[in-house]
């Protein structure tokens, strides 16, 4: 009765050692502040032409959607749901803004930014770059980008649709719930904010 009672202690003793270094590594000392690792510097060219960084965007706290304009659905209506959130903040909502960063940089320059963003609210800005820069953005956001091939020559881009809240101080805090009607995320949104 002893032998199996011997190894199924040993086990136990085990999973309870493993558990305390998980907590004691894993757990943020008193004091200290958990960063994520999402999110961090960019250099990019906006719909106007003009080059921004992440720090023209401190201060507030503002959206991040990655996406391209030849997109035939997912992006136009996450763009608009974005748009309905904006208006629905109201008063709240008229400094906060909205970055689409476009990660097809072969097509998505800033004019053809600012002509596909003219159809949406004002207070998204299109971001574009080389194909370096915009993939450094990606990297940074910890989102997923890939260009695939059409039958027809063409190709699109499978990518994160994910619209990311960061803070006045450019860090993650959550990803917008878009499920929902924009009055409810508009309410999620300015808890955060």
Known sequence: MRRPILPILAFVAGLVALSVAAVMVLVPKAGEVSVSSVG???????????????????????????????????????????GDVLAALGPKGTDTKAL?????????????LKTYLASFDSRIVGLTGTPDEVAAAVRNYRAYVR???????????????????????????????????????????????
């Not at 921004?52 to 304009?69: C, P, Y």
């Open 40 to 82: 961090g510097p960019f250099s990019l060219t906006d719909q106007d032409g003009k080059r921004v960084t992440e720090r023209d965007f401190a201060g507030r706290t503002h959206l991040v959607f990655f996406g391209f304009t030849h997109c035939p659905d997912v992006c136009p209506t996450t763009l608009q749901q974005i």
């Open 100 to 112: 689409f960063i476009a990660i097809d940089p072969e097509r998505d320059t800033p004019a053809a």
């Open 147 to 193: 260009k695939v091939p059409t039958k027809d020559g063409d190709y699109t881009m499978e990518h994160t649709a994910l619209v990311y809240v960061m803070d006045g101080k450019n860090r993650f805090i959550n990803a917008l719930n878009l499920t929902r009607p924009p009055e409810e995320a508009a309410a999620e949104l300015a808890r955060m904010m």
